[in-house]
């Protein structure tokens, strides 16, 4: 009898750890897979804001809903990087997709901090220049700091 609960609590103790195995994985893919979705919204309404900023689009009115929705964004881009979701963790966690994210980002917590504040405090400055009513030289400044901000980042935080 006893015998038989051991081996029942064995199997129970393998199916468990196999199951959360997978779920771990399945959750490392999940982080990196929304990562890079959000980045992608991110880039969505940064490329539509630069259509808009050079005049090729008469939607004007349109701006703020990119600057907003940028701004939004980057206010929670240090949430999308789970320890486990970059390398070389996300290895060892069980990444099975590629994830561009650097170890820097692990090596230089602070730096990848500021790096991300620089691009909340200049999305900020933007949607604030647009509730200003400010001219358009204006806004295209602004707008090229954002710029400058997701390329610093990308330079040390994110391969090629
Ligand atoms: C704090 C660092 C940081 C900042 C700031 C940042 N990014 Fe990124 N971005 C990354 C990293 C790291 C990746 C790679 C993510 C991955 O592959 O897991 C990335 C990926 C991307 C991608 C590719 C997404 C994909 O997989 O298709 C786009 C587009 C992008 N970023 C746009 C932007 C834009 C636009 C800005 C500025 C408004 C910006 N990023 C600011 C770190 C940053």
């Known amino acids: 009898m006893k015998t038989i609960s051991a081996i029942a609590g064995m199997t129970t103790l393998a199916f468990l750890v196999?199951?959360?195995?997978?779920?771990?994985?399945?959750?490392?893919d999940g982080q990196?897979?929304?990562?890079q979705n959000?980045?992608?919204?991110?880039?969505?309404?940064?490329?539509a804001a630069d259509r808009i900023i050079r005049g090729q689009v008469p939607l004007?009115?349109?701006?703020?809903?990119?600057?907003?929705g940028?701004?939004?964004?980057?206010?929670?881009l240090t949430t999308l990087f789970p320890k486990d979701?970059?390398?070389?963790?996300?290895?060892f966690a069980g990444a099975t997709v590629e994830t561009k994210a650097t170890e820097a980002v692990l090596e230089k917590p602070e730096a990848f901090k500021q790096a991300a504040l620089k691009t909340k405090e200049t999305t900020a400055a933007f949607l604030a220049a647009i509730d200003d009513g400010a001219d358009d030289r204006t806004l295209a400044k602004a707008f090229r700091e954002i710029g400058k901000s997701c390329k610093a980042c990308h330079k040390d935080f994110r391969r090629k």
Do not use: N
């Open 32 to 35: 990196i897979k929304y990562r």
């Open 70 to 76: 940028a701004a939004d964004i980057a206010a929670i």
């Open 85 to 91: 979701s970059v390398p070389p963790e996300a290895e």
């Open 18 to 28: 196999s199951l959360s195995g997978t779920l771990q994985a399945a959750d490392v």
């Open 38 to 47: 959000v980045m992608k919204a991110l880039g969505g309404h940064i490329g």
């Open 60 to 68: 004007k009115d349109q701006l703020r809903l990119h600057a907003a």
